[in-house]
């Protein structure tokens, strides 16, 4: 099409090209373009709409007195433009987040050229001042005022701090929580499983445990596993709540406690099978236990943190409560609903939540006990001597058919989702099926609901990590009914989400964490570690083309790790297993035999590596390239007679060697797991999230059996203080 619809794509932050994984340009078709900007709610259909499009998107700016929110960071003056009818005048001032002070805005002497736009079909001339927003403003949410003849106009002005304090240096772990059972687990991972490992973890020194994402994932049977494919972001999954740490537990009848504890029999005998996790029936068995425990009635005390928590939550939380409920009786998919349920805001949303108040008290009351026992885990880390304590994971998005999409539709795009371009790990591309920001509403809202849900997680951690936290500055979107290659990049407004995300957690006092792995500019990186966010580093990516990369470069302020849950537990990795079974599941973009030969070739690269570091002998390090040489040949390898445990061993040391700002020890590392956690690009063909934590033998690994594994100090994987 014309050089318009680039230009039109251009002004909605909508990229017409973009360079991939392998440094090659590529160029995105314009049906492509079309398709996302219509989404957007551009017109692209033909020439003329392009061209007014592009004239309504150049001149929309100009149609507003005040910008929808404004990002200032603290450490510098910044200049905020108004505009009112050329010739008439506006006083500027600024009320501060105690909604009692209010300071005079001056003036700049900047000029700008007055622009004639049509409004109401006649053409006006508008005019445009400057005012100066200063350097030592109060961090926080201040509100600009503009005095005009047409009356009082505002927008929200967010005051950032330039930058996050950095951690002291130290070393984690990381684990999927629901995998991580003990004893005393309904089946999988619990909130006080957490709280038990921070103190185990205390103990030989660590400063935090990282977590799967934990928010909600439906509370109707067939659960969704992907913790990353959450139904909402703003509330947590009660499957992970502790039955007997409940309030009132201690208050129940024999009877009634009997039945409670019949029920977490049937679910705890699951820890000891070598089975996959079975959400759907822990699930259903904690379901009847909550509901039982939630008909107690609450001491003065009690109700008094109850109603706090409502007031704190509230239209949200009661909204998020009415979506689970409404499940519960309409089915799992709003979309399939009756129409007059789909809009929350409806009469007859009201009139059936009414029918439903004891369901939705139900699921308000489950997020009040996920909140104090979220609050145990982090306040046991601490007090265990931890320095940051629990991390949690953020989820990119949502389910498109979830609480958030329902709840925020005016916020959610449903005709494009998230995902990613092809690379070398997902040759075919991936389609998270996550619908994104509107960012044009989402700007309007001030960008409160991002910082909703900041709040929500930052209320009970030490730290954050940003999954894909490119997505703070572009996304990929794929329109729906394409392939997950056939989408497009498209930006978003990054200095006001990450100067959000830095200005809630140094309030909360937590580190942030930017998973900021694959396709990302130097300036990305550059200007998160400007803002005091670290990165993250995996030990297997760590390479410049195509060569492992001297350790004496590696970054220092970052995350790292030898791997990720998106790979293979790390012996396995060795063995190639993550080729062999991408190939049976036919998510492979090029012939195993290619694939065997490249990974010899970079395993031979880190063996040699690792001899230069005296951690494995030329013996050891011959071993493992005749098996890699055998593999690339055959397809097949005598893996029985290659000690892998070793070579884990060496890598963690040579981590430990060069070690990062936070040194990141997988849990199922640890303990010799040797079955993946997930496969990307992948759905049904493969059990992802439903693995439980197991030995190199296959056998269930409890958190009571970590006392007798060597922990990380004495197997040399990290480096300690004294």
């Known amino acids: 099409m014309s050089a318009d619809l680039h230009a039109l794509a251009e002004a909605y932050g909508v990229a017409t090209g973009y360079w991939d994984q392998s440094g090659q340009w590529r160029e995105v078709a314009d049906s492509v373009l079309c398709q996302v900007l219509t989404a957007l709610g551009a017109d692209p259909r033909d020439e003329d709409s392009v061209r007014r499009s592009l004239r309504h998107r150049r001149e929309a700016d100009w149609r507003r007195v005040l910008p929808p929110v404004f990002i200032h960071r603290a450490d510098r003056e910044s200049t905020i433009w108004v505009h009112v009818p050329h010739g008439s005048s506006v006083a500027m001032g600024l009320l501060l987040e105690d909604g009692e002070t209010v300071l005079p805005l001056v003036q700049t002497d900047d000029w700008t050229a007055p622009k004639e736009i049509t409004i109401a079909g006649a053409p006006t001339t508008i005019g445009q001042a400057s005012f100066i927003i200063p350097a030592g403003l109060p961090l926080g949410w201040h509100t600009v005022r503009a005095t005009t003849v047409s009356g009082r106009h505002e927008c929200p002005l967010v005051v950032s701090p330039p930058r996050l304090s950095e951690p002291a240096p130290g070393w984690g772990y990381q684990t999927q929580l629901y995998a991580t059972r003990s004893l005393g687990s309904w089946g999988i991972g619990d909130l006080e499983d957490l709280a038990s490992l921070s103190r185990l973890a205390a103990g030989q020194s660590a400063d935090f445990v990282l977590v799967n994402p934990l928010f909600a994932g439906g509370v109707v049977t067939p659960l969704e596993p992907s913790p990353y494919l959450p139904t909402t972001r703003r509330f947590f999954d009660p499957i992970y709540l502790r039955v007997e740490d409940i309030t009132g537990y201690g208050t129940l009848s024999v009877q009634d406690r009997s039945r409670i504890e019949a029920l977490g029999a049937e679910v705890r005998a699951l820890n000891h099978t070598d089975g996959l996790l079975d959400r759907d029936r822990v699930w259903s068995a904690k379901r009847a236990a909550l509901a039982q425990l939630a008909r107690l009635p609450l001491t003065a005390a009690q109700q008094e943190s109850f109603s706090a928590f409502l007031e704190r939550e509230g239209l949200a939380l009661t909204e998020y409560a009415q979506w689970c409920a409404f499940t519960e009786e309409l089915g799992p998919y709003w979309p399939d609903w009756p129409e007059i349920y789909q809009d929350p805001a409806s009469p007859q949303c009201q009139l059936l939540a009414a029918e439903l108040a004891s369901h939705v008290d139900f699921h308000r009351w489950c997020q009040w006990q996920l909140d104090l026992q979220l609050a145990h885990a982090q306040q046991t880390s601490r007090e265990a001597g931890m320095e940051i304590g629990v991390v949690h994971d953020l989820a990119v998005g949502v389910h498109g058919q979830g609480a958030d999409s329902w709840r925020l539709q005016h916020l959610l795009l449903s005709d494009v989702t998230v995902g990613a371009p092809p690379d070398v790990y997902n040759q075919q591309g991936q389609n998270w099926a996550q619908p994104p920001w509107w960012p044009d509403a989402l700007a309007e809202q001030g960008f409160r609901p991002w910082r909703d849900i900041l709040r929500t997680v930052l209320r009970h951690a030490g730290g954050i990590r940003i999954d894909h936290v490119l997505g703070l500055f572009r996304q990929w979107w794929v329109p729906e009914g394409n392939s997950a290659d056939q989408g497009?990049?498209?930006?978003?407004?990054?200095?006001?989400?990450?100067?959000?995300?830095?200005?809630?957690?140094?309030?909360?006092?937590?580190?942030?964490?930017?998973?900021?792995?694959?396709?990302?500019?130097?300036?990305?990186?550059?200007?998160?570690?400007?803002?005091?966010?670290?990165?993250?580093?995996?030990?297997?990516?760590?390479?410049?083309?195509?060569?492992?990369?001297?350790?004496?470069?590696?970054?220092?302020?970052?995350?790292?790790?030898?791997?990720?849950?998106?790979?293979?537990?790390?012996?396995?990795?060795?063995?190639?297993?993550?080729?062999?079974?991408?190939?049976?599941?036919?998510?492979?973009?090029?012939?195993?035999?290619?694939?065997?030969?490249?990974?010899?070739?970079?395993?031979?690269?880190?063996?040699q590596l690792l001899q230069q570091w005296q951690l494995v002998s030329p013996e050891l390090a011959a071993t493992l390239i005749a098996a890699l040489e055998e593999q690339a040949s055959t397809g097949s390898a005598g893996w029985e007679d290659v000690p892998t445990e070793a070579f884990l061993d060496a890598l963690q040391r040579l981590l430990a060697r060069k070690p990062p700002r936070l040194l990141a020890v997988s849990l199922t590392d640890l303990v010799g797991e040797q079955v993946p956690q997930n496969q990307p690009g992948t759905h049904r063909e493969y059990p992802n999230w439903c693995v439980p934590l197991t030995d190199r033998t296959g056998a269930p690994v409890l958190l009571e059996d970590l006392a007798d594994i060597a922990d990380p100090v004495s197997r040399g994987w990290v480096a300690t203080a004294g």
């Open 488 to 607: 497009t990049y498209v930006s978003m407004d990054h200095e006001a989400l990450v100067s959000i995300l830095v200005l809630e957690a140094h309030r909360a006092g937590a580190v942030v964490i930017g998973e900021d792995l694959g396709t990302v500019e130097d300036w990305i990186s550059a200007g998160l570690a400007e803002r005091g966010i670290l990165g993250t580093g995996i030990l297997w990516f760590k390479t410049v083309a195509g060569q492992v990369q001297d350790p004496d470069q590696w970054r220092f302020e970052e995350l790292a790790s030898v791997g990720v849950h998106d790979l293979p537990p790390t012996e396995a990795f060795i063995r190639g297993d993550h080729i062999r079974l991408r190939a049976e599941l036919g998510v492979l973009a090029r012939p195993p035999e290619d694939e065997f030969s490249d990974h010899r070739q970079e395993l031979g690269q880190w063996a």
